[in-house]
């Protein structure tokens, strides 16, 4: 939509690579974000099957809009603030919920050391940098005493740093690979996003700049 390219071409353009992994979820107003209006669609077909939902984020700004569009349908969210003791009673809450809920968590905090076996639909807000934190997320869903097929959806918008995450990635997994199973980051892994991070944003303002993504004319 125009409002959501609007405010992507200003982040790429001054080079603000969070503002930019943010695509489609920091428009003033969810309603004009096609991601948040996928999102809904994703959770409509759960409720008619009797499925429960995850939404993950890697950015506290996006589940707090999500919170704030979804209101009640919504327990959580679990964040990097939120103590053990209450995670597991959010998640004990999602458990009692009817088909429908969702719970809402960043994918840093949601994604270890809770077993939340009552959601069978997944979705990622974005892209993740590190493949192993989206798998751990994930592999919260399969923990013991699952008995339905996990769906796991990601958002993703078409040509955007949505796209050239992807496409890094899959030219660096061999560094990616190497840190799969391990629960810190190593100095090998901060220096590979941060080339990742700086390459993405400087090769968007390259295409905004070169005219490959349509420039919005700007409001006199």
Known sequence: GKEEEKVYEQADLAKNYAAARRVSWNVGDLTLSCKAGRMRE????????????????????????????LGDACCGP??????????????????AAPPGSVLLAQVQSGGTGLNIQ????????????KPSIENQ???????????????????????TVDERILELLREKQDVFDSFAEESTVGSEYLRAEKSISAAIIEMEKERLNAGEIQLLPEKK
Do not use: W
């Open 42 to 69: 994703l959770i409509e077909e759960a409720a008619a099957e009797g499925r429960k939902i995850l939404v993950f984020s890697f950015f506290l700004e996006t589940i707090e809009s999500i919170a704030a569009l």
């Open 78 to 95: 679990i964040n990097g603030s939120v103590p053990p003791q209450k995670r597991q009673q959010i998640v004990d809450e999602f458990d």
């Open 118 to 129: 009552p959601a069978s639909v997944i979705v990622f807000c974005e892209p993740q940098i």
């Open 137 to 159: 997320a994930i592999s919260r869903a399969y923990r013991m005493g699952q008995l339905r097929s996990v769906m796991v959806h990601r958002l993703l918008c078409d040509n």
